[in-house]
């Protein structure tokens, strides 16, 4: 259900949703309006279909002599009835008769009109009273005609919803030689041509095509969102990732422009930055040296030593700041990387140093990463524990396409609402981060860009057993 929602709540599932409706709603429209017209088309069929039988029984009765003729008449024909003179109809067959205008010929002095069907089945004139025969010949009565013909001689049709009943027309003509004719004559049972709108397989297959293609088409317009989208997530990762690919309809085109604009001005606008910070730094090598050669000529040493120890922290201080706009800053490229060999050798770097580090279990991850920058970020975690907790416990595991790395000191903790403010600039914790064990308030800060430009995150929690304990996680290795 949840999937369901976030689908919906897409740009896909709306663009979905739209099409799916729009398009539906115009095959169901199109659909009744081909039907409508299919079925005028079937019904002036069965019109023409009457017409031709009704010339071919004039023209043959104008073709015979007339002796033979009345004895053709008297004998009658299939589903024709020899009606008196004075019958009439129920009302005018409009259609009809104008079919038989457009022949010509003979069938220019015929007139047709809707009649009774008593006149077509004079089997059941007996079954029906003065009444029933008015109601006979209302056009309510076509739509029950199978139980008036079921006792006759015709058999019941075996579906009435698909039927045409039978029309039953009274027919006055007037033959070359002036001889006057009135008959009767019905039409046979006509399979109705089915809708397709009734049509359960009919509407299961064009709910599915416009599905599908509706699924189809939301997905092709929502793909450069989710790429601008997968870009901008990327970028605050990786400042020097490849710009994105400028294709497609004019205003993706435009977009994908803007991105790349807007990612050369970031990238000029840090570029500068490293440079001046790297500018300030090198220009202040100078000052600071002679500060420290005059320092050294203060007679009093208390004083010399306190003015020394300033003076080493305000270049820690301005090395910091430079480290953490080259952190920001690499174009270092990704490479296949042994994670485990990585730690390994970083905490034994820490142990030749006469450090308390333990390297307790690999993971077996090889990754794309940049060396440079991931040794750095495990370099100051592993410093950090050991300068303000004595201690450094280096663990990898892989769990499916996840990776992570814990770095454990045997210090008192942090506090909780501590725990994320630690990462923001020249934050440090009095009594267990100070001057004395070095470091400006940046170590994390560094650490945690390093951490977002590898594709990982950085946190720290308070392990259960003591100590803190530093947390890098990679969603996909």
Same mark, same amino acid.
Request: proline residues 2%; glycine residues 2%; without cysteine.
């Given at each position: 259900m949840m999937r369901i929602?976030?689908?919906?709540?897409?740009?896909?599932?709306?663009?979905f949703v739209i099409l799916a409706l729009g398009v539906g709603a115009?095959?169901?429209?199109?659909?009744?309006?081909?039907?409508?017209?299919?079925?005028?088309?079937?019904?002036?069929?069965?019109?023409?279909?009457?017409?031709?039988?009704?010339?071919?029984?004039?023209?043959?009765?104008d073709a015979v002599p007339a002796n033979v003729r009345q004895l053709f008449l008297t004998t009658n024909g299939p589903g024709i009835h020899v009606q008196p003179a004075d019958a009439k109809g129920v009302r005018p067959d409009a259609a009809f008769q104008e079919s038989l205008r457009q022949r010509g010929g003979l069938l220019q002095n015929v007139s047709a009109e809707i009649g009774d069907y008593v006149m077509c089945y004079p089997e059941i004139r007996n079954l029906a009273s003065e009444d029933i025969r008015r109601a006979l010949a209302s056009e309510e009565f076509r739509k029950a005609l199978a139980r008036a013909t079921a006792q006759g001689n015709r058999p019941r049709p075996p579906n009435l919803v698909n039927m045409i009943p039978p029309v039953c027309r009274l027919i006055s003509a007037q033959l070359s030689d002036g001889t006057p004719l009135k008959f009767s004559m019905d039409t046979p049972w006509v399979q109705r041509e089915r809708g397709r709108l009734v049509n359960p397989a009919f509407l299961a297959m064009l709910a599915l095509a416009i599905g599908v293609i509706a699924y189809v088409v939301a997905r092709l317009a929502s793909a450069p969102l989710k790429r601008l989208a997968m870009a901008a997530a990327e970028l605050g990762q990786d400042l020097d990732r490849a710009p994105v690919d400028v294709s497609g309809p004019a205003e993706v085109r435009g977009a994908a422009e803007a991105f790349n604009a807007m990612q050369r001005r970031l990238q000029q606008h840090v570029s500068?930055?490293?440079?001046?910070?790297?500018?300030?730094?090198? #220009? !202040?090598?100078?000052? %600071?040296?002679? $500060?420290?050669?005059?320092?050294?000529?203060?007679e009093d040493e208390p004083l010399r030593e306190k003015l020394v120890a300033d003076l080493a922290a305000m270049k820690a201080l301005i090395d910091e700041g430079l480290e953490l706009a080259r952190?920001?800053?690499?174009?270092?490229?990704?490479?296949?990387? #042994? !994670?485990?060999?990585? %730690?390994?050798? $970083?905490v034994a770097d820490a142990v030749d140093a006469g450090e308390n580090a333990v390297f307790e279990q690999g993971s077996g991850a090889v990754m794309q990463l940049r060396p440079l920058a991931i040794g750095r970020l495990f370099s100051n975690l592993i410093d950090n524990a050991l300068k303000h907790g004595g201690s450094a416990r280096v663990s990898a595991a892989k769990s499916g396409g996840q990776v992570t790395v814990r770095v454990r000191d045997g210090g008192p903790g942090l506090p909780e609402e501590m725990l994320e403010k630690v990462f923001d600039p020249f934050v440090r914790v009095e009594g267990s981060r100070s001057r004395e064990t070095g470091g400006a308030g940046l170590g994390l800060t560094i650490a945690r860009t390093l951490a977002e430009k590898n594709g990982a995150r950085l946190t720290l929690r308070n392990h259960p057993e003591g100590g803190l304990e530093a947390v890098v996680h990679w969603d996909a290795a």
């Open positions: 929602r976030t689908f919906f709540a897409s740009m896909t599932g709306r663009v115009a095959a169901l429209i199109a659909v009744a309006i081909t039907d409508a017209k299919s079925q005028r088309d079937f019904e002036r069929q069965l019109v023409e279909r009457a017409v031709d039988r009704l010339q071919s029984y004039v023209e043959f009765l500068e930055r490293t440079n001046m910070l790297a500018a300030i730094t090198h #220009d !202040l090598q100078t000052p %600071l040296t002679r $500060l420290r050669l005059r320092l050294e000529k203060v952190s920001a800053e690499t174009s270092e490229p990704k490479v296949m990387l #042994d !994670l485990d060999s990585l %730690l390994e050798s $970083l």
